[in-house]
């Protein structure tokens, strides 16, 4: 166990400067030119010209028309060389699977949807591939230009055997080692990344957060996790499975869980969860024909549709969830003191108006910090395929981001 | 709201560095030589003589002797100059006043306790300034070189104003600018912090933690808070007030709580909740005279005598707090995903043996990542004084301990 901590150096420095500029022009969409890049990282002028001389030698940023600002010469705009590199994201999720293509902007060129018809593990990797292929084909770009798949799955995952262990809703998947398996069908650099962790990954990306800001990400999936964002980047944790939530009580009076214990987020939050609980109150008819993914995400649509038209019963029901996972959230902001809370992934759009309205007050009331400051809630800015486009964006995280420790010397 | 990442420059990196040499002789008790540190640190034998030399200028550190191994010159041994920076912590728990003076290493050299006679803000603080002041006369100590007081007490704070909020044990204490009140005291500078985030920097400084590493910290007190540690660093929350962890559901059968909830760690996980729970039961006579922070504390060590003594009763009162423990510990661990737990605080070496023994196994069959990771559990290395000791680490931190995020350049 090494009990030291490593210095830094000049290379360290200038490659933590390049990735500081790189992220500065990607996250001004209409370019910025050097005397911008001044002022927005603090480099020197001479730093400056240095690094994009380098970056327009690398085809990573290009230059994009001159404008004239006052007396002086005319300014060159600099921006993201939008098409040289290019990233795949996948999304493993129990009922669908959803494929991106990035650019190095991330921005979403192309996208597929495909049906788990099997939840065989051999099946779905042959079609994850052949999906793969078949987009690249489709979007007319050069392959070379793709630096990796990333690949997010519910947890846990093995993060250094690239498999993924035994995610709850995937029955018959049991330490898939998914990522050599892809990687021998493809042909590319796989990435494997928990979801959750993922669509938070997504959510930085946008721009719209600080870049060393702190939020809590609430995944709203089949399952329910978080993922935690400090100094502008995600905890991945120990063992890359950081944001396991399923099991956190929330309800003393509710349902046992196969975990032993009662009233867990599992089986008090999840669709399926508030489902049986509208099922049980009467609110829905109790014909419904399976537990799968599918029934379960119809039946929930349903459930908010009736919920949206009036009917009081569905609006209990799902007012309840939402005061249940206030309980969650607030458990989690009193322990982790973040800026704000961030909700989003696949079930959010359905639930959103009604925990933007419920869900400030509820958290304000049990905040442990509400005499010294409020806590935002906010809606995810990426959609539903946040799952897939975060797993892209971790690929060009990569290439990309700047990490403050990266700039320490390698032991 | 600034959406750019600052970049960083050679002064920014001098500093870093200067940082790392410290904290590199620091945690070499018999201290290092200038060919050390160059292992030790990756940096180049010319940058570690230029900062070896500063130091010694500003009195920092000291040559400590020759050492001759092998062929070649003798090494000069480089050390911390111990005595050349001091700090005081003071600990302020609802039970007990505890204070220290450290040295540049962080040992103890004085130690004073003082038994709260009355709750009143004014009161104490007037006995936490004449204490200072006691101490500082005691130990014969140039006030010089103190470079401030630490004070941890219970959350929340209002870090921004140097406020003590509404801490749940100190009754009459309501919005109290301690900071100022004892700047305006004692003449020194002081910074305030939360107990349980002082007691996680004191675990930090024993050099005994990797220094990229991350663990839980459970604090055990008369309240029960947690800290996290990441990368080596304790995450101090948006507010500096994370850790707030009272309101957790451990027990959907226990009492209610005044949050609203049921089976909260306060109440059930506290040590006047496990002696009330013992009463409760008939292990202890129901003849205590106060609710009281020193009559728990009394009731508690009878408690943990009786099942240490191998009454069955007193065991399995303790034995079902630390099953409750464990449920508190891997809600945050499943989340968190850290290398490991540590435990600590003044009621942590009663409970310890038990603790060690029992948790283990219990985190293991709630952990979320048991197929891939074991999750220690350790005692904290500091003893019941960690609160104070950490408060007085806060302050020599500043001078002290590297912060990647310190290269970033000013905005």
Known sequence: ???????????????????VILEAIRRSPGGLSRTELVGATGLSAQTVTNITRRLLDE????????????????RTTLRLNAGSRLSIGVHLDPAMMTLVLLDLTGAVLERTRLRMHSDDARWIIAAMADSVEALIRRSHVDRDAITGIGVATPGPIDAAHGTVIDPPKLHSWHRVPLRHALEDAAGLHVRLEKDTTAAAVAELWTGEHPPDGSFL????GIGIGAALVLDGAVVRGASRNAGEIGHIMVDPDGPECLCGRRGCVEVVCTPQAIVERAERAGVLSDDRVGSDAE????????????????????????????????VLISDLTNMLDVDRVVLGGPFWSRLSEMCLAL?????????????????PVAGA????????????????DEVLTPRAAALLLDS
């Open 1 to 19: 166990m090494d009990l030291r901590r490593r210095g830094t150096n000049l290379p360290k420095m200038g490659d933590f400067n390049q990735s």
């Open 59 to 74: 085809r990573l940023i290009e230059e994009a028309g001159r404008t004239i600002q006052g007396p002086g010469k005319p």
């Open 217 to 220: 990400f609430v995944y709203l």
């Open 295 to 326: 029934s379960v995400d119809a039946r929930f649509t349903e459930l908010c549709e009736q919920a949206a038209g009036g009917d009081s019963g569905a609006r209990a029901v799902l007012e309840t969830a939402v005061h249940h996972l206030s």
């Open 359 to 375: 869900l400030p007050d509820l958290l304000r009331r049990s905040s442990a910090t509400r005499a010294v400051r409020a806590l």
């Open 381 to 396: 800015v990426v959609g539903d395929d946040v799952g897939a486009v975060g797993a892209g964006c971790v690929v060009l």
